[in-house]
């Protein structure tokens, strides 16, 4: 499927992983809030294939051109690869930072 924007999960809770099913409001997931903004260099393109791939009880690997914008519309990150969380345990949402090892987060 091709998609222009995507919303992906980051409580680890969606039944429809990796996308949100808005199963965070249920939940009252809460974030860690917003990442610090900081200059990210444009990329060579802004198109391209993007490939989304959940890892074994891990983060979400994507790979291709993306740019990683927060609610409130800030770019945070541009880049070519990057994991993300879906375990919802980072401390740094909504990057992965290793915690769904601690937690044992399964899938
Ligand atoms: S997937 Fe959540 S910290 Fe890695």
Redesign the pocket.
Known sequence: ETFYRATLC?C?LSQNKPFCDNAHIKAGFTATGEPPLKDTPALEARDGPLRIAP?VN???KLEGNAEIVTGTGHTIARTTKV????????A??P?????????G?VA
């Open positions: 980051r680890g890892t891990g983060p979400l994991f993300l969380c879906r375990c919802g345990h980072s740094n949402k990057f992965c930072d290793g915690s769904h090892k601690r937690v987060f």
